[in-house]
């Protein structure tokens, strides 16, 4: 046994003794905020006319979402389901990404305010929020070093991967709760606390089923990676923590489905839920190779181009080459002496494998070999569901804790100790300084490789503000209760962004027919949107086609059975690039419309 590298690693793994918040605390918060409000900064030139540019349709349906969390608080309905979107059948809120556990609390701010500032707002809170936390869990629980828990820290809230989602999915970058269950989880072993730990972890996953389940899903696997990890590493000392660890994982187990056993029971058997997605669509999903040395769009080295090869949809990874080399050379320098670097390693290889998907993509083309997900079926529960590329967001956070660790080590806290200093109130031995050269070149090499990843401003496009006829209200005589306002182009995943936002801009005053979801179809299985119905067909292939296509009896038949199966009092078009055609299609199937306002106006109340 060498002593040397023992101490190194009991001091690397030791929790260290709680400090209150200190003048770094305050700036390292401070950096994190302003650099939420620069990610954000192409939002706020127009902030309730201005939507992602790379995924403007998630944008605004997380602008309904809001809406829904006011909306719900305001008239005291269940947050669960939504009658507002998808009539007569209504959206199973559980079983989509919801973010309950935010809009709710936020509903007085939403009303106040509105969907697009409280989302924007939020936003780059989240962001900040994730980066806090993460600081924190850093700088109490593995490192010395608050230089070194900034860099950490600052890494985990906004790497490239997390970055990338912030372009539309606020979901994705709303982590701010999982450093928190991270750290009580491996409390539970704390001798006489696993009542009270356990009862923390279990409050605090029962929250973040309400904000992200798919990011708790992928927390608790690489919880698992690690615990395994460690029982391996050190058989003895898990062992005699192996009952104190249960007893408090159980307590928290209890407690969380204790909270969550309605809700859970709703997203997989309420009202318009469903078994898995139809085709298995995410499944195929997989990791490029070639990503993982790739400089994301969003950061200060990354180059738009290059994502139409092979990152357009996902960009999980996407450290950059100096990150994966300075990453490599951190493990094999540190692996022989801590034991959280050797765990970090195993969950970098286990989760960037698994991330390669069905088979293997190599600069955006399919090589033919079979990758890890090729001996996994397709249908087998929550697997259907999950994105294999997404595994990767574990490995960003191991190479956040890895940043950390790699900045204290150069620092000089993970070397050999040299006999204690009789200073009054220090308990613990001192750490040899490393040479001035030795520290620079580490520094040096650390900064190269994070400040590339800096993030820019996420790209942002103009969308054309809801027309006055729905702003102001004119619309209200003519839509009584229990019926809809049936926008056009009627909204879905593809079509109809700017129509599904007059439902959020107006906190969901009105029902809407479809709209921007998950639902079931026939069978049951997942699919984007409602299934669409005859008359919805033909306003996108006329959308599309650009002409009026010849019209029969039977058309007009289907478009007065779907408005009456949509419970329509009046079907409005706003400005559209396709006004002119849009307005010749309803016009041959319903009838001259009026002029309201700015909107062309078909009122069916009478024959639907």
């Known amino acids: 046994m060498n002593p040397v590298s023992e101490t190194a690693e009991a001091e690397a793994t030791t929790p260290r003794p709680r400090r209150g918040p200190a003048r770094a605390d305050v700036l390292a918060i401070g950096a994190y905020v302003l ?32 809406s829904h969390g006011a909306y719900s608080v305001r008239h005291l309905e269940n947050p669960l389901f939504s009658t507002q979107q998808n009539a007569p059948d209504g959206v199973n809120m559980m079983a989509n990404t919801s973010l309950l556990g935010v809009t709710l609390p936020l509903a007085p701010l939403t009303l106040l305010l509105g969907p697009q500032v409280v989302y924007a707002l939020y936003l780059g809170g989240a962001l900040a929020a994730t980066a806090g936390t993460s600081y924190w869990m850093l700088s109490r629980h593995l490192v010395r070093s608050r230089a070194a828990a900034f860099i950490g820290g600052g890494f985990l809230g906004f790497a490239p991967g997390i970055v990338h989602h912030a372009n539309g999915q606020p979901n994705f970058v709303s982590n701010f709760l999982l450093p928190l269950i991270v750290v009580r989880v491996f409390r539970l072993t704390e001798p006489g606390r696993w009542r009270r730990n356990g009862l923390v972890l ?15 899903l992928l927390t608790a696997m690489a919880c698992l990676v690690v615990v395994i990890t460690y029982a391996l590493l050190r058989p003895r000392a898990a062992r005699a923590r192996a009952g104190t660890f249960a007893a408090g994982l159980g307590v ?11 809700p859970i029971w709703f997203q997989f058997n309420g009202p318009q839920s469903y078994r898995g997605l139809q085709g298995g669509v995410f499944h195929s999903w997989g990791e490029d190779i070639v990503a993982f ?11 738009e181009a290059v994502e139409l090869t092979i990152g357009r949809t ?19 320098l540190l692996v022989r002496r801590s034991l959280v670097a050797r765990i970090l390693a195993v969950l970098v290889v286990i989760f960037s494998v698994a991330s390669l998907g069905p088979e293997i993509r190599f600069n955006g083309e399919l090589t033919g070999i079979a990758g890890p997900w090729s001996y996994i079926p397709a249908d087998v529960p929550l697997v259907e569901m999950m994105m294999p590329t997404r595994l990767t967001l574990v490995t960003t956070a191991a190479l956040g ?5 790699a900045w204290d080590a150069v620092a000089g806290n993970g070397r050999p100790p040299v006999p204690a200093q009789r200073t009054p109130g220090m308990t613990t031995p001192t750490t040899r300084p490393r040479p001035r050269w030795q520290q620079a070149t580490g520094y040096a090499a650390i900064a190269l490789a994070v400040l590339p990843l800096i993030p820019r401003p996420l790209p942002a496009e103009p969308v054309d503000p809801p027309p006055a006829f729905i702003t102001s209200g004119a619309w209200r005589p003519y839509v009584p209760a229990g019926r809809t306002l049936v926008p056009v182009p009627i909204p879905s995943n593809v079509h109809g962004l700017s129509t599904l936002r007059w439902s959020a801009l107006t906190q969901h005053e009105f ?40 019209l029969t009896d039977e058309n007009r038949r289907e478009a007065l059975a779907d408005l009456r199966f949509w419970r329509a009092s009046v079907v409005v078009l706003g400005a559209h690039p396709r006004e002119a055609v849009l307005r010749d299609l309803l016009t041959a199937l319903l009838g001259p419309p009026q002029r309201v306002d700015d909107v062309w106006l078909w009122d069916v109340r009478d024959r639907v």
């Open 35 to 66: 650099l939420g409000v620069l990610v954000c900064l192409n939002y706020w030139g127009d902030v309730n006319n201005r939507v992602s540019s790379h995924l403007p349709t998630d944008h605004s349906w997380f602008e309904w979402l809001f």
């Open 202 to 216: 279990g409050l605090l996953v029962a929250y973040q089923i309400f904000i992200n389940e798919e990011m708790l």
């Open 252 to 262: 928290g187990g209890g407690l969380a489905l204790l909270l969550t056993a309605y």
């Open 293 to 303: 040395v790739t400089f994301a769009r969003d950061t200060l080295a990354g180059d």
């Open 314 to 332: 996902e960009q999980n990874t996407w450290f950059g080459w100096p990150l994966v080399l300075l990453s490599v050379v951190a493990l094999a």
């Open 401 to 405: 804790v890895l940043l950390a660790l």
């Open 511 to 550: 029902r809407i027919p479809a709209g921007y979801f998950i639902g079931p179809n026939l069978d049951g299985q997942g699919v984007f949107g409602a299934p669409n119905r005859p008359t919805s067909t033909l306003i996108y292939r006329t959308m599309d086609a650009g002409e009026l296509p010849e």
